[in-house]
């Protein structure tokens, strides 16, 4: 099975801060790579889809890059909304697996 | 709008059952590859299972392969989970989402998720 690795597993960072979180593939999943926010209580939202397709509705500050094994989604300017845990899922349209992530906690310093 | 219901979790003690309910609004439900996906209490996200449109084909995480059960009902816009043999590693809350593209692929929406504890 393919593992993902984020890191750093917790980050804190002030309102308007540039944040960058990465996450590593244990194989090339060439851009196959989601990024969801996922609030306390809340269902995961999608973000980002083929390592850098922003979803409809999500705003422009988040980004993502990345191919082969390591991905980042990127905050350009942090805003109150943002803190929530982040994770990263792969989708191998070869071997059909799906995995995600640990997560990554983006926290208020 | 697209939405996604779960409903039927609660407390079961082990090696009891429990299915799982999912309906579909907003969107032809039919077309779409459906998953489960689960989060133990203060854990990641963990992908369980999925289902074709016609539900004819089917996958299963191998830590739940030959006790849980994926199903549809198209006619009635409904994704289940059919879950027996159950573990106390098996509390979670269970999501359901959809898959925008193909049986390996992004998912959504989800659903607001389906608490299951199972605990004596």
């Known amino acids: 099975d393919i593992q993902m690795t984020q890191s750093p597993s917790t980050l804190s960072a002030s309102v308007g801060d540039r944040v960058t979180i990465t996450c590593r593939a244990s194989q090339s999943i060439s851009n196959w790579l989601a990024w969801y926010q996922q609030k306390p209580g809340k269902a995961p939202k999608l973000l980002i889809y083929k390592a850098s397709s922003l979803e409809s509705g999500v705003p422009s500050r988040f980004s993502g890059s990345g191919s082969g094994t390591e991905f980042t989604l990127t905050i350009s300017s942090l805003q109150p909304d943002d803190f929530a845990t982040y994770y990263c899922?792969?989708?191998?349209?070869?071997?059909?697996?799906?995995?995600f992530g640990q997560g990554t906690r983006l926290e208020i310093k | 709008e697209v939405q996604l219901v779960e409903s039927g979790g609660g407390l079961v003690q082990p090696g009891g059952s429990l299915r799982l309910s999912c309906a579909a609004s907003?969107?032809?439900?039919?077309?779409?590859?459906m998953h489960w996906v689960r989060q133990a209490p203060g854990k990641g996200l963990v992908w369980v299972s999925r289902i074709n449109g016609a539900g004819n084909s089917v996958t299963y995480a191998d830590s739940v392969k030959g006790r849980f059960t994926i199903s549809r009902d198209n006619a009635k816009n409904t994704l289940y989970l059919q879950m027996n043999s159950l573990r106390a590693e098996d509390t979670a809350v269970y999501y359901c989402a959809r898959g925008v593209v193909g049986a390996g692929t992004w998912f959504d929406p989800w659903g607001q998720g389906t608490l299951v504890t199972v605990s004596s």
């Open positions: 907003g969107f032809t439900f039919s077309s779409y590859w």
């Open positions: 899922q792969q989708y191998n349209y070869n071997s059909l697996s799906i995995t």
